[in-house]
Nanobody, 126 residues
Framework: QGRLVESGGGLVQTGGSLRLSCVVSGRDFSHDTMGWFRQAPGTEREWVASVGWAASNTYYENFAKGRFTVSRDNAKNTVYLEMNSLKPEDTAVYYC???????????????????WGEGTQVTVSS
């Protein structure tokens, strides 16, 4: 399934920006869709954004549209999540995950993803 390692989280003030990275090793993910999810304490994991194998195909949850940008660099085995205009409600652990090629379930479904990283903490102070 491969190994995914997220980085780039941290503490930022409201309105600030962060760029998360997810490095994939142990699998060829160039034909997979990659997703970002987040989970705040006491809540279920929720989908944030995904990018298809063709990096031009991007998908966003409503709260992420206009503020977050998902991208990938297959040559570097890395997926990114650029987050701008951060709000306290964006505070969560952010995870990246692999949705394998041919998976029929929606990009927004956690069940569509078969490999996950351990997450990186993002904290937005008010």
């Amino acid at each position: 399934q491969g190994r995914l390692v997220e980085s780039g989280g941290g503490l930022v003030q409201t309105g600030g920006s962060l760029r998360l990275s997810c490095v994939v090793s142990g699998r060829d993910f160039s034909h997979d869709t990659m997703g970002w999810f987040r989970q705040a304490p006491g809540t279920e994991r929720e989908w944030v954004a995904s990018v298809g194998w063709a990096a031009s195909n991007t998908y966003y949850e409503n709260f992420a549209k206009g503020r977050f940008t998902v991208s990938r660099d297959n040559a570097k085995n890395t997926v990114y999540l650029e987050m701008n205009s951060l709000k306290p409600e964006d505070t969560a652990v952010y995870y990246c995950a692999v949705r394998p090629a041919g998976e029929p379930r929606a990009v927004s479904s956690t069940w569509a993803y078969e490999a996950w990283g351990e997450g990186t903490q993002v904290t937005v102070s008010s």
